[in-house]
């Protein structure tokens, strides 16, 4: 094989498609199954499947700031990777994002540089301009399915104050609208679907799922394959000319350590001899943190007991025969993106709607009808960490989050958790909701109350990012090229490359990471940078 890709999530489905399609012999080693799921390819089929194998459920180390809970973060361990299993939310976040990351010594990924590929990776069944593309592989669609609860929402965001806008991710973010999704007629658009399958067509594209890649072969400082567990049987499989960690931001890092590269001390720690000393691999975790603003209904709004047997039987067939009803809805049907202290600059916090009652698992469940509005700082402060917990393949890492540590991301918290209750509390949602609050509650005014809520209710919105940051100083993991520094044939291409946290969804930039990638690797002239 010329390249061996450890991942086939969103970005490393677009980086082996494309290769592979170029004329490269690559294999892909997933440690989940196939996509075969049939829930994987319906729309509102993610939401039965957080709770299965189809993810990885993290523990989180105990967060000082969420009152000593250890919530879960989940992220997909199935060909597609999260994109097979997320609420396919198409958003790429704000421009000043990746000029960011220039400024910060990431040479060649700021917003210019970037949106070609964007646009590259887009087939939008309705926007085509400078900031969209219609042909490319990853089916980019509206909604076919929006529930009257969400559409009074966007009102109810207008009425406060918030304007409506029809894309997300065009000129400007600000605003309230309704969500694009990776769907392409009336089914999931995964990156599996829309780069793998096109790509095994060509014969030059291997796949082997259930694979649990144990530590990265080398010859000298030169990366030549990868050794895996697959049925219990120790395999290795060679690269002639690279090797590509696409694990994600929690499971790159790990691997980068337990094959001897990383932090000093913590390899020391665990008695792994160290191939290369690198002291930012696992350091620089950011994620985003949500908590919930909930009215519940007066009545049957919503989806409020359409997963009930006998409404799953009628749903499925109104899907199967007509392509429509709640099945084809994403369930996280619209966002509002706004700047909690100037209404007019860049957007710092967003918020999803969800037009049921929607908390973490480790909440009590409320088995009513609902509206939840769930705001989190776009741009966190805080950062964390990925630690081995052992020098055992098999065991999950040490996840450390360290949500809220920086004063600014609680400042922040406040302000969009009660312009949500402000939202929730306008005509438009009135019709449909109780007049008292049910979360937080009218009791709960005052800024101490309300730290002390988000502390208890505080939840991953599943964005890690950033373990093997890019960047040009010392603590960079890998080089604007994404080769880990020190170390030949041996790149990065995933979310935790991220210098910090795009201002939304994570998904579509990890494609668009992919796409970059791919020309990168192939030693191809970037695509012009775009005038947008």
Known sequence: ?????????????????????????????????????????????????????????????RQDALNGRAPIMPQGNVLGGGSS?????????????????????????????????????????????????????????????????????????????????????????RGVGFNQT????????????????????????????????????????????????????????????????????????????LSGIGPEAELQRHGIAMQHRLEGVGQNLQDHLEFPAIRLCTGRHGYFGEDSFLRSIKNGLQYLL?????????????????????????????????????????????KKAGATINPCVLRPESRGEIRLRSADPAAHPVVDPRYLSAPEDMRLSVKGLNMARHILAQPALSRFVEPTEAFPGAALQDEAALQAYIRARGKTVYHPVGTCRMGSDDMAVVDPELRVRGIRNLRVVDNSIMPTL????????????????????????PLPPSNA
């Open 1 to 61: 094989m010329d390249y061996v890709i450890v991942g086939g999530g969103s970005a490393g489905s677009a980086l082996a498609g494309r290769l592979a399609q170029s004329g490269a012999k690559v294999l892909v080693l997933e440690s989940g199954p196939k996509d075969w799921h049939p829930l994987i390819h319906i729309p509102a089929g993610f939401v039965k499947l957080l709770d299965s194998k189809l993810l990885y459920h993290y523990q989180t180390e």
């Open 85 to 173: 299993v997320n609420a396919a939310i198409y958003i790429r976040g704000q421009r000043s994002d990746y000029d960011g990351w220039a400024q910060a010594g990431a040479a060649g990924w700021s917003y210019r540089d970037v949106l070609p590929y964007f646009r590259r990776a887009e087939g939008n069944d309705r926007l085509s301009d400078a900031w969209h593309g219609t042909e490319g592989p990853l089916g980019v669609s509206d909604l076919r399915q929006i529930t009257d609860l969400t559409r009074a929402f966007v009102r109810s965001a207008q009425e406060a104050g918030i304007p409506f806008t029809p894309d997300f991710n065009g000129a400007r973010q």
């Open 182 to 257: 990776t769907t392409r007629n009336g089914r999931r658009c995964s990156a599996a679907v829309a780069y793998l399958r096109p790509a095994l067509k060509t014969g030059n594209l291997e796949i082997r799922t259930g694979c649990l890649v144990t530590r990265i072969l080398f010859e000298g400082d030169r990366a030549v394959g990868v050794e895996y567990v697959r049925g219990g049987r120790i395999e290795q499989a060679r690269a002639a000319q690279e090797v590509i960690l696409s694990a994600g931001a929690v499971q790159s890092p790990k691997l980068l350590m």
């Open 322 to 366: 007509f392509k429509s009803g709640p099945v084809m809805s994403n369930v996280t049907e619209a966002c509002a993106f706004v700047n909690v202290d100037d209404p007019e600059a860049e957007p710092n916090v967003q918020m999803h709607f969800v037009p049921i009652v929607f908390m973490d698992g480790d909440q009590a469940p409320v």
């Open 502 to 525: 795009i201002s939304g969804n994570t998904n579509a930039t990890a494609i668009m990471i992919g796409e970059k990638a791919s020309d990168i690797v192939r030693g191809m002239t």
